[in-house]
């Protein structure tokens, strides 16, 4: 618990939240006593002061928080999200129910799919796979945001859900995840990592991983912070899937990546009061290309297997101030992030959309280069205060953010209106988009009694683009008793248009592969363009449950809801006609429906054996209105429910089991054309079990082995969901694992 104490009056409560956002009026004012209308003095004694709104929030049910001692004791093979899945109400799924990328899994929360879970590093938006061009079906090949930090270097990952997230903006409506990264040390340290993963199936790609991290004082009042990090992991053979899917038809399984990131920060103390952080980072990201092609199969392609076909830098820029005064505290934070996304050329047109150019192609062997840039501006302050013997704190904050775009590859098309079926002009349309978007939030948390803690909050949005979006929301929690709690929350989440769809700069077009025809109707040629008319995605999450606290024993089970609207899909309905061609928008479309049940259960079976136990329930995860009612909006499990039991054998030795069920993943049943799908074959609910163990020989050197999916229980991807239902991923098999780490 925050413990902030002041002595200062307060005039009108609507001039402290001016005061708050201006930052500068509250310090100031602090010291000076001022009447309120009827002549009183509204008086802050020393008292003490809970939380702020933000760490209030951070106690919902639909938060969950992972630290680097669980990381160490279960490391990730690659990506952090191979430990983010395993939180309540968490999976991991393609960016749409089509499974064209079903190798591509990112984090997806409460069913809402990964474009509706923000990524955030250290409280800063990761948003590089904006960079990566947005397909007719919403997919796009990339592997999301949660691999740009190394496991080793993560201080602790927060998972917000539901009503929980909606502070945070555009983008999380179903959740956030923030990566937090270890500070500078208070004395010096350094340590080096070498982690190993051997599947058990030659097939499957190996992983190899180092990591250094050096972090200390550089004088009294500067310390520093320095970490590298190269991970390599194999691509799966090109026939992984070949004994699932027939002969001589090939179905690739998942790439291999290649990472390097290098991190350093300074933070400089200049006082009691005031700290300036200075971050600067770099990462790669390229892949190394298993074969796959959303709709076709070219026998070239194998010419590209084991090469790296597209190929993302990260650069980051940070400059942060922390204030911690008498009054209040302080924090205002200015980044710059570039992502360079160099990928070997795409088709924009029917089958080829989204393949790699090859064979005789003028396009194959060229590769493009989109330049995405984004900069923020944060600033916030926290201010406690008592209006009529009822403490709070309240924050109150601002943001600025420009995003800009230029991919001329992925934008190379538009329309030739002189041109007959199916003709399109090259390189003579515009490649840039920019989106610039500012917000004001503000926030209490307020004791309203001593037992019942209120935190109302309101964030407006403006963009130059889409207009002005409101998103109020009302946390609260109730103490029956000292053990028992009820919890609970509503709010107003959003999420704005990508650069993709709100431009007329990104045309597709097919001869009627992906052109809306109905159930067996004929289909002819059409276009999909941008549309700078669209509305934000907006959902109204809410969650309540209960909370058991008794030290040994800890329990929760939550209900959360989330009504959607205004989806964005590719049109069905054609503005225009162009060459003969329907042309489609983006468009706003079905309403949506999201609920489940969320549980937790924790027992200290002793002082050296705990067992921590979670389920996630979906009722409902479907589109509940338009040609599209009763669909899935992505492919998730109908329950996962997760199982941890470690041992402290002793202080040096530690056994951890693992076990994870996941219920029968249904596929949609219609194609985005609106036609009927054939294929409803399902994944029948199965279990994956692990084992590890870790020793410390001494506080310099320390060992951790174990063997994932202990019974090899293996899943093979069959193709999309048109021609094979929901068997659209690989689930890896029996793999062995080992990490060393020395440190001083």
Wanted: aromatic share 8%; proline share 4%; hydrophobic share 30%.
């Amino acid at each position: 618990m925050s413990y902030l104490s002041s002595r200062f009056q307060l005039t009108l409560l609507s001039k402290m939240m001016l005061s708050s956002l201006l930052l500068s009026a509250a310090a100031t004012a602090a010291e000076q006593g001022q009447a309120t209308p009827d002549g009183t003095l509204l008086e802050l004694q020393d008292t003490h002061i809970q939380e702020t709104a933000e760490e209030q929030i951070k106690q919902s049910l639909g938060v969950s928080v992972i630290t680097a001692e669980d990381i160490a004791r279960r490391p990730p093979v690659n990506d952090l999200s191979d430990i983010i899945r395993r939180e309540p109400g968490v999976n991991l799924t393609g960016n749409s129910a089509t499974g064209l990328r079903g190798n591509n899994r990112q984090i997806d929360i409460r069913g809402m799919g990964p474009e509706n879970t923000l990524i955030l590093i250290d409280g800063r938006p990761a948003t590089s796979r904006n960079s990566v061009r947005y397909g007719w079906s919403g997919d796009r090949d990339t592997r999301g945001d949660s691999n740009w930090v190394p496991a080793e270097q993560v201080e602790r990952i927060e998972v917000l859900r539901g009503p929980a997230a909606a502070r945070y903006g555009s983008g999380a409506m179903g959740g956030v995840v923030n990566i937090i990264t270890k500070a500078p040390a208070q004395k010096a340290t350094g340590s080096i990592t070498y982690f190993a993963n051997r599947p058990q199936d030659a097939k499957e790609g190996d992983t190899n991983r180092a990591s250094f991290s050096f972090s200390g004082p550089l004088s009294d009042t500067l310390s520093g912070r320095l970490y590298g990090n190269v991970n390599k992991t194999d691509p799966d053979a090109r026939d992984i899937n070949q004994d699932e899917v027939g002969s001589g038809q090939l179905t690739a399984g998942r790439e291999g990546v290649v990472n390097k990131d290098i991190n350093s920060m300074l933070s400089w103390r200049a006082d009691e009061w005031n700290t300036f952080d200075l971050e600067v980072g770099f990462s790669r990201q390229g892949n190394r290309y298993a074969g796959d092609s959303p709709y076709y199969l070219d026998s070239n392609i194998e010419n590209m297997y084991d090469h790296e076909t597209n190929t993302l830098y990260r650069q980051s820029f940070a400059i942060t101030h922390r204030g911690d005064y008498e009054w209040g505290r302080s924090q205002t934070s200015l980044s710059h992030d570039i992502t360079r996304n160099k990928r070997q050329r795409e088709g924009l047109t029917g089958r080829v959309e989204g393949a790699p150019a090859a064979g005789d192609s003028s396009s194959a062997g060229v590769f493009d280069t989109s330049k995405l840039k984004n900069t923020r501006l944060l600033t916030q302050v926290d201010v406690p205060f008592a209006v009529s013997g009822i403490d709070q704190v309240m924050t109150a904050g601002l943001e600025a953010n420009r995003e800009h775009l230029n991919d001329p590859g992925g934008m190379r098309q538009s329309i030739n209106p002189g041109g007959t079926g199916g003709s399109v002009t090259e390189n003579v349309s515009g490649t840039e988009v920019t989106l610039n978007s500012q917000a004001l939030y503000v926030e209490s948390n307020i004791s309203a009694t001593q037992d019942l803690t209120l935190t109302p909050g309101l964030r407006f949005d403006h963009s130059g683009t889409f207009g002005n979006n409101w998103s109020p929301s009302l946390n609260a929690e109730y103490r029956l008793t000292d053990e028992w709690k009820i919890k609970g929350g509503v709010a107003r989440a959003y999420k704005a248009p990508n650069l993709y769809q709100a431009t007329d700069n990104y045309l597709l077009s097919s001869r009627g592969n992906g052109c809306w025809r109905a159930a067996g109707a004929t289909g002819r040629s059409c276009y999909l363009e941008g549309n700078e008319d669209l509305k934000p995605e907006t959902s109204i999450n809410k969650e309540i449950g209960i909370a058991f606290d008794g030290g040994d024993l800890r329990s929760s089970l939550t209900y959360f809801r989330n009504d959607y609207r205004n989806k964005i899909d590719a049109g069905t309905r054609a503005v225009r006609v162009i060459n003969g061609q329907d042309v489609y928008q983006w468009e706003n479309t079905d309403k949506a429906l999201v609920q489940g049940i969320e549980g937790n259960l924790f027992i200290a079976l002793s002082e050296a054996l705990e067992w921590n136990t979670n389920l996630t329930y979906m009722i409902d995860s479907e589109k509940r209105s338009g040609p599209f009612k009763g669909e899935p909006l992505s492919i998730i499990p109908k329950y996962t429910l997760n199982s941890t039991l470690d041992w402290f054998v002793t202080e040096q030795l530690s056994v951890q089991a693992t076990a994870t069920w996941y219920g029968k993943q249904t596929p949609p049943t219609l194609a985005q054309t609106g036609s009927a799908i054939s294929a409803q074959d399902e994944i029948a609910p199965y279990a994956l079990f692990g084992i590890g163990s870790g020793y410390a020989f001494n506080e310099h050197l320390a060992l951790r082995v174990g063997v994932s999916n202990l019974f090899d229980k293996r899943l093979y991807r069959k193709g999309n969901a048109e021609s094979v239902g929901a068997q659209t991923y690989n689930e890896p098999g029996r793999a062995f694992y080992a990490s060393v780490t020395t440190s001083f």
